[in-house]
């Protein structure tokens, strides 16, 4: 499996906690710069690699919902132009609530486009404002129903917790929306602070009241139990789909198999070298009209560091890892797993490890703890 990802930096508005490469409302000239260099970098990755084949696609930003009918349509055209798309591909694009009408969803859908990640984020309208969110629940509802409509039943709903004046009730009422509406998958969020942003600014004055450790551990054990019991499969730590629904694109990932990615900021791994081709937006248009293609950032991964990678991200799915393949790290690692079950936080059963429930919503920790140098503290 390889996966293709495209980094679409447009934005109507920077949310107060967002970190991504973005730019507000680029006018006519900006976006058609930005299109140019994507073409120049696709033209690039097929001269040095030959005509890639994907099986998975994710239009990822910013937000790429707010693309226009002419501009979604060249992309997609230049993709297929330069890769060699699987006629069952997973072709996903992030969608932000109370973007586009009725037409927009069904070129979208005429596309290819078979999958959507819809940013809710929460069900209550007031939260939403503190954010800088610039959708309503109601939105939520009618762009959901709009895209159904137009014939993408496969609708991921993201949902963020631990957010300023959110409470346990607000957490559950939006879990519980998201089973109403037939989510095909729930994805949850920790809000992560960035120095950069609004709230971290907020943080820095001590303006920003978070949920506290024990309510964010409710949070996370209530959206289990809910959505669990109604039938959605806890497939990775922070995902949840129907049965036959998990996104493939994402698996790719937790699998730690090879992808592309395109655009400002989007990081490749190919060959076992992660990659980053250009670090911020004004650098990647720089570099892609001057011809300039030695990446920014760049990572030979030792099989050593392979195999933990490889380790790392299995263990957050459900189905777990069997540890003894990994047989030039299992070594070091055999008592650190015997030690992490004792606490309650891994379990071994039929040859393979997983987290425990407990150990997902630590599991920053239990990844720490496996990876560490000896002698560590």
């Avoid at 030959?50 to 930003?61: C, E, I, M, P, Q």
């Avoid at 072709?91 to 927009?104: A, L, M, Q, R, V």
């Avoid at 309503?136 to 949902?159: C, Y």
């Avoid at 519980?176 to 509406?181: N, V």
Wanted: glycine share 8%; net charge negative.
């Amino acid at each position: 499996m390889r996966g293709l990802y495209i980094h679409i930096p447009f934005c109507h508005g920077k949310c107060h906690y967002c970190n991504f490469i973005s730019i507000s409302d680029p006018d006519q000239v900006m976006r058609r710069r930005i299109f140019l260099a994507l073409n120049e970098e696709m033209n690039e990755v097929q001269r040095r690699h030959g005509r890639f084949k994907f099986d998975t696609v994710y239009f990822g930003g910013g937000t790429p919902s707010i693309l226009g009918l002419h501009e979604i349509k060249s992309l997609v055209n230049g993709i297929r132009d330069h890769f060699d798309i699987a006629s069952d591909a997973e072709i996903t694009c992030e969608w932000n609530p109370g973007d586009g009408d009725g037409e927009k969803p069904a070129l979208f859908r005429k596309l290819g486009v078979n999958r959507i990640s819809l940013g809710c984020q929460s069900f209550r309208d007031e939260i939403l404002k503190r954010l800088g969110r610039r959708h309503t629940t109601r939105d939520i509802v009618e762009t959901a129903a709009k895209i159904r409509k137009a014939g993408i039943t496969n609708i991921s709903f993201d949902l963020m917790l631990r957010l300023p004046g959110q409470t346990l009730k607000d957490f559950r009422d939006s879990v519980r929306q998201c089973i109403e509406l037939e989510a095909a998958q729930v994805s949850l969020y920790d809000l992560e602070v960035h120095e950069e942003t609004l709230f971290g600014r907020f943080k820095k004055e001590r303006k920003l009241d978070l949920p506290g450790e024990e309510e964010h551990a409710q949070m996370y054990e209530n959206a289990i139990e809910m959505l669990t019991s109604s039938g959605y499969e806890h497939y990775e730590i922070s995902n949840f789909s129907k049965p036959g629904l998990a996104s493939r694109h994402n698996l790719i990932y937790w699998h730690n198999e090879e992808y592309l990615g395109l655009g400002p900021g989007a990081f490749t791994y190919l060959n076992g070298i992660r990659s980053q081709f250009a670090l911020d937006l004004m650098r990647y248009l720089e570099k892609c009209e001057t011809g300039d293609w030695k990446n920014d950032a760049e990572d030979k991964l030792s099989e050593e560091e392979k195999e933990t990678e490889t380790l790392i991200t299995g263990l957050r799915l459900r189905e777990g890892v069997s540890p003894e393949i990994f047989s030039k790290i299992y070594p070091s690692l055999r008592d650190r797993i015997h030690d992490l079950s004792r606490e309650g936080l891994l379990e071994e059963t039929d040859g393979k490890v997983r987290l425990t429930d407990c150990g997902k919503f630590l599991s920053e920790d239990v990844f720490a703890f496996l990876v560490q140098k000896e002698g560590a503290a």
